[in-house]
């Protein structure tokens, strides 16, 4: 069975710099989708960024990009230049051939 | 969250009682999801249907039931309720498209159990 670790339950940074959540997961599957969702405490699950399992390119959207070391089975998320906005749960989360599995999250806190 | 709906957004319920979420999507995804989400925690996958007329058990599927009434709609059934199962619920679906998978969540419905 997939599954999906964050070791960190809780992060701080300080604004303006960069901080890296972790995230490993268990698979078999060779062809699958990896996730970041950052969550605020409406609970609304917001898309951060995303990674498609043959590619091995890193993924980056803005200030987000991704350490995705397949071989591994490792998938972290870098937030460089943080801002207070930054702050909230973020869950990493695998997609395979049918099932789509969440770590626990990681609680992101931004020091101004 | 355009896409995904959940109904209803609140209940309060009390031990025994049944009640049923219903979640549909527009979107024409093949997959969709139940999770819950208890406080400070993760999202845990309670069933999951991968296509209509299938279900399956995810990682914390006891009193709870499914229903794949047909592509668009996933309905998740609470047949006696207990305080354990407060939570706040979470449908969500998905699509293979040929940029990648995306995935499309309810707003969440939060159940009490007094």
């Known amino acids: 069975a997939q599954t999906v670790t964050q070791s960190q339950p809780e992060m701080s940074v300080q604004e303006a710099e960069t901080v890296t959540l972790s995230c490993t997961y268990d698979t078999s599957e060779s062809d699958y989708y990896l996730f970041w969702y950052k969550q605020p405490p409406s609970r609304q699950m917001i898309l951060v960024i995303r990674?498609?399992?043959?590619?091995?390119q890193n993924a980056t959207e803005n200030r987000f990009s991704v350490n995705f070391q397949k071989a591994a089975k490792s998938f972290s998320l870098k937030i460089s230049d943080s801002q207070l906005g930054d702050a909230a749960m973020y869950f990493c989360a695998y997609e395979g051939a049918q099932k789509l599995v969440f770590g626990q999250g990681t609680r992101l806190t931004i020091n101004p | 969250n355009a896409g995904v709906t959940q109904t209803p957004k609140f209940q309060v319920l009390k031990t025994g009682q049944s009640m049923t979420l219903q979640c549909a999507q527009d979107?024409?995804?093949?997959?969709m999801y139940w999770y819950r989400q208890d406080p400070g925690m993760g999202l845990r996958l309670i069933y999951y249907?991968?296509?209509?007329?299938?279900?399956d058990k995810g990682e914390v599927p006891n009193g709870y039931n499914v229903s794949r009434l047909n592509k668009r709609e996933f309905s998740l059934r609470l047949e006696s309720a207990a305080p354990s199962q407060t939570s706040v619920y979470f449908c969500?679906?998905?699509?293979?498209?040929?940029?990648?998978?995306?995935?499309?969540f309810g707003e969440g419905s939060w159940l009490t159990v007094v």
């Open positions: 969500a679906s998905t699509r293979m498209g040929s940029s990648g998978n995306t995935i499309y």
């Open positions: 249907s991968a296509s209509e007329g299938t279900t």
């Open positions: 990674q498609e399992a043959y590619k091995q």
């Open positions: 979107m024409n995804h093949n997959s």
